[in-house]
């Protein structure tokens, strides 16, 4: 399984198992008051079984969208070739789409996705390497991206403006904005902050209604918005 996979597979099946595997903050506290993670497989009481797993099909797409995602300059990519670390490194995408690799050199991997560009890889180093094997993934995105998924108008990945910030209640607006069965009072950011899953769960009408704005988080790239339907 790829590692592009990994966070997201890991907090799916934990999600599912325990109920939720992030804490719950209070939902009064704004993002500054949260002081971090609960142990894994702790269990948030405000989380039903049947939201939980809405929240882990959620992750599941936008696990599959990272699969899809083409490379774009500025992204950073890890290459390991297999039983040759010498061979394997760090490298960031360049301005027309290449990449530098011992052996090979210059090696056009933008507009592609991982494993087209794995295989691209592959072919290049296989006049230098008998039968490589290359694995791929991305350490850090370029284009900085949040997602926003559940219920709002049109789910899925939004780019956060090059040199600006992006607060939650911006994010869903970009989305669509809220569906009729939108539950508004407790919209879930989660985040993985130093390897460990959190969520943060924010009224958005104590911003909207009660013009308390300084809890309108701003988001952090790979952020993941969940809206749940109202009737949970």
Not at 38 to 48: E, H
Not at 98 to 118: C, D, F, H, N, W
Not at 124 to 143: D, K
């Amino acid at each position: 399984m790829p590692r592009i996979y990994s966070f997201f597979a890991l907090f799916a099946t934990m999600l599912l198992a325990n109920g939720c595997f992030f804490p719950h903050p209070d939902e009064s506290a704004n993002h500054a008051d949260v002081k971090g993670p609960a142990s894994a497989g702790a269990k948030d009481p405000s989380v039903t079984d049947k939201e939980a797993a809405a929240i882990a099909a959620a992750m599941q797409q936008v696990a599959h969208s990272k699969t899809d995602y083409r490379l774009a300059p500025q992204d950073l990519v890890d290459v390991t070739v297999y039983q040759d670390p010498d061979m394997s490194r760090k490298v960031r995408v360049n301005t027309n789409g290449t990449i530098s690799l011992p052996l090979i050199g210059a090696v056009k991997i933008g507009g592609k996705t991982l494993l087209e560009a794995q295989s691209i890889v592959e072919t290049s180093l296989a006049q230098y390497v008998v039968r490589p094997q290359v694995s791929l993934f991305i350490e850090e995105y370029g284009n900085k991206t949040i997602f926003v998924m559940g219920e709002v108008g049109h789910p899925g990945s939004c780019p956060i403006p090059t040199e600006q910030r992006m607060t939650l209640l911006e994010a869903i607006s970009t989305a669509g904005g809220f569906t009729p069965i939108a539950a508004q009072d407790r919209v879930r950011v989660l985040r993985n902050v130093n390897g460990a899953s959190v969520s943060y769960t924010i009224n958005t009408k104590e911003i909207t209604q009660q013009g308390q704005k300084e809890k309108d988080m701003v988001l952090e790239p790979n952020d993941i918005i969940y809206v749940p339907q109202s009737f949970f």
